[in-house]
């Protein structure tokens, strides 16, 4: 079992930038594939992006596609997502997910997710 907790969220205008923190514990975290959803109010869990064990494989939504970015720290235990050109429909809810096993990045992507962290709000301003 892993538990994941997002940091980062929070106000910021269009065209801003933000970088969300997933920090894991209670697991290896270099065994876990890693992603990140959304939500917005009023519509369903969206996925965004996924990563392999070494972050050397990743896949990303259209949505974020060229704006945004996942990466990870085995080190720190540690993923992150950096978003860029952020617009107000990036307004939603964001959580971190894993799946165990080195490299799961398409069960992340078909939202097949093991655990979820509890979300952080993200809010962008026009």
């Known amino acids: 079992q892993v538990q994941l907790v997002e940091s980062g969220g929070g106000l910021v205008q269009a065209g801003g930038s933000l970088r969300l923190s997933c920090a894991a514990s209670g697991g290896t975290f270099s065994r876990y594939s890693m992603g990140w959803f959304r939500q917005a109010p009023g519509k369903a869990r969206e996925f965004l992006a996924a990563?392999?064990?070494?972050?050397?494989?990743?896949y990303y939504a259209d949505s974020v596609t060229g704006r945004f970015t996942i990466s990870r720290d085995n080190g720190k235990n540690t993923v992150y997502l950096q978003m860029n050109s952020l617009k107000p429909e990036d307004t939603a809810v964001y959580y971190c997910?894993?799946?165990?096993?080195?490299?799961?990045?398409?069960?992340?992507?078909?939202?097949?997710?093991?655990?979820w962290g509890q979300g952080t709000q993200v809010t962008v301003s026009s």
């Open positions: 997910a894993a799946v165990w096993g080195f490299d799961k990045v398409e069960t992340l992507a078909t939202s097949e997710v093991e655990y």
């Open positions: 990563l392999n064990w070494s972050g050397t494989r990743t």
